[in-house]
């Protein structure tokens, strides 16, 4: 069965990098036919799509955040990453991973956990 | 982008009772509609994809309608593992976005 789940740092100074890892088990992330996405929640409150990866390397992300983004994959170790640039407090979040249906692309049908990662100085 | 807007975003029912949730697009999405149930310190389950299709292992008191830029999801008859957050999202054009939730609780 497939296995998202996320590391990284939990706490973040403002103007800094958010880092975090997308480690998968049960299956490859070589598969061409899957997006790799990156999800997040603020705390008590709903979700947004950050963007994604294909095996290929192709990436899309929300132009809400496309000029601080890079969503990238090392298939060797079977796992994606995000990097999130000149963050703030108002990128407190809860980060998932996500791979999309074999049946309808883009619907998140496997998730990691989450990680909680907080901005503050 | 396309907005989601879910209505009611709070709602208070009993075991047993039937309640529907509404969610409405910006724009048409055809089918491309998918439902997930939220609990405290859980990432969201898939419930219902492509509007009505029901996830494997997912009970058949949940169900899904509607197309173009409306959309409900219906739970039959309320189980007590059913109260949490539902959240619908759209994966019609990028940015794929969600819905604001809908909470449900015990009245």
């Known amino acids: 069965q497939l296995q998202l789940q996320e590391s990284g740092s939990g706490l973040v100074k403002p103007s800094q990098t958010l880092s975090l890892t997308c480690a998968v088990s049960?299956?490859?992330?070589?598969?061409?036919?899957?997006?790799w996405s990156w999800i997040r929640q603020p705390p008590g409150k709903g979700l947004e799509w950050i963007g994604y990866?294909?095996?290929?390397?192709?990436?899309s992300y929300n132009p809400s955040l496309k000029s601080r983004v890079t969503i990238s994959m090392d298939r060797s170790r079977n796992h994606f990453s995000l990097n999130l640039r000149s963050v703030t407090a108002a990128d407190t979040a809860i980060y998932y991973c996500?791979?999309?249906?074999?049946?309808?692309?883009?619907?998140?049908?496997?998730w990691g956990q989450g990680t909680l990662v907080t901005v503050s100085s | 982008d396309i907005q989601m807007t879910q209505s009611p975003s709070s709602l208070s029912a009993s075991v047993g009772d039937r309640v529907t949730i509404t969610c409405r697009a910006s724009q048409t999405i055809s089918s491309f509609l998918n439902w997930y149930q939220q609990k405290p310190g859980k990432a969201p389950d898939l419930l219902i994809y492509?509007?009505?299709n029901l996830q494997s292992g997912v009970p058949s008191r949940f169900s899904g309608s509607g197309s173009g830029t409306a959309f409900t999801l219906t739970i039959s008859s309320l189980q007590p593992e059913d109260f949490a957050t539902y959240y619908c999202?759209?994966?019609?054009?990028?940015?794929?976005?969600f819905g604001g939730g809908t909470k449900l609780e015990i009245k």
């Open positions: 990866i294909y095996d290929s390397g192709s990436t």
């Open positions: 996500a791979r999309d249906s074999s049946v309808v692309r883009y619907t998140f049908q496997h």
């Open positions: 049960g299956g490859s992330i070589r598969s061409g036919s899957y997006s």
């Open positions: 999202q759209q994966g019609y054009s990028k940015p794929f976005t």
């Open positions: 492509a509007a009505s």
